[in-house]
């Protein structure tokens, strides 16, 4: 996945002394009348709308989900337009679930450059989760075995203006595992299953084991799930708030789909979305993203200057 405030200024005429009479004249009426109407109320620019994918663009997509598992639709939501929205959508912020987000890669993303992501979860009540990803991947490539794993998926993400195919394998810890591994009590490469490691040794860049990975996170993030009262629109939306220590923010409004059901569901979700106005902007800030580049700029202001 605005609320604008405009300010109307109103300049009133001082009023004369009681024992003064004011002076009509024609200059001084218009005057008078010019500055008793409000100035019109200045708008912040709207966000640039994202442009319509290409002929050559939708023929990828449809490649791309006839081979995923899955189909997830996302919308980063500005600053400016997230309270809009969680009020218009009726998202209810008391119900959101509390999680915390590690990734782990190099100091430089070298893993991130290559299109691996390698995180970890802490959620509410003591459960964590751990994913490898790839993208963008081919699904024609994926080898038949992976794909009778059940931990294992392939998704298209699709966006405003964007769209991206990944593969994943998913685990299951503690998190307290979670915990033990970011205070150095537990090596990294425990926290991954026997399939989750040989997935990432598949896939990292040469030279790079799990054990030269450095932590950047956590990234504080509430999660919350939604089902729209009307029948236009009858699946279950997801709302993520990430938190960074510097204030910043980045919101994402989804919903999941079969692939056979994409497209249908493309529509009906724009539908759902433009009828509480909520614009599909052009600027779609990835929650990936802005956390390996949060954390890995404040590792890299840690370091000490060498003299």
Not at 124 to 142: E, F, M
Request: overall charge positive; glycine content about 6%; charged content about 25%.
């Amino acid at each position: 996945m605005v609320t604008k405030t405009a300010t109307k200024i109103v300049t009133k005429a001082a009023k004369p002394a009681a024992s003064a009479k004011p002076v009509k004249t024609a200059k001084t009426a218009a005057a008078a009348k010019k500055t008793l109407i409000p100035r019109r109320a200045v708008k912040a620019p709207r966000p640039a709308l994202a442009k319509p994918f290409t002929s050559e663009e939708i023929t990828e997509v449809f490649k791309l989900i006839k081979g995923a598992t899955s189909v997830e639709l996302k919308l980063s939501v500005p600053l400016s337009d997230q309270r809009a929205t969680i009020k218009s959508i009726g998202l209810d912020p008391v119900e959101a679930q509390p999680r915390q987000a590690y990734f782990f890669d190099t100091p430089d993303l070298a893993l991130n450059r290559a299109g691996v992501v390698v995180r970890a979860r802490r959620i509410q009540g003591g459960d964590a989760d751990t994913v490898v990803k790839l993208r963008p991947v081919d699904p024609s490539i994926i080898d038949p075995d992976l794909r009778r794993s059940a931990a294992f998926k392939i998704e298209v993400d699709a966006m405003p203006g964007g769209f991206v195919c990944s593969a994943s394998f998913k685990g299951v810890c503690t998190g307290q595992e979670v915990l033990d591994v970011t205070s150095g009590e537990m090596p990294l490469r425990k926290l991954f299953s026997k399939e989750q490691r040989a997935f990432f040794d598949a896939h990292a860049p040469a030279g790079i084991t799990m054990d030269k990975l450095v932590i950047l996170g956590p990234t504080f993030l509430l999660k919350a799930k939604h089902q729209p009262k009307v029948k236009d629109f009858d699946r279950s939306i997801t709302m993520e708030m990430w938190l960074y220590p510097d204030g910043s923010r980045v919101m994402e409004v989804s919903t999941k789909c079969l692939p056979k059901e994409a497209f249908q569901v493309v529509a009906d979700f724009k539908a759902y979305l433009a009828g509480h106005g909520i614009v599909l902007g052009a600027d779609q800030s990835a929650k990936t993203k802005s956390s390996l580049e949060f954390f890995s700029a404040r590792l890299e202001s840690d370091q000490p200057v060498s003299k």
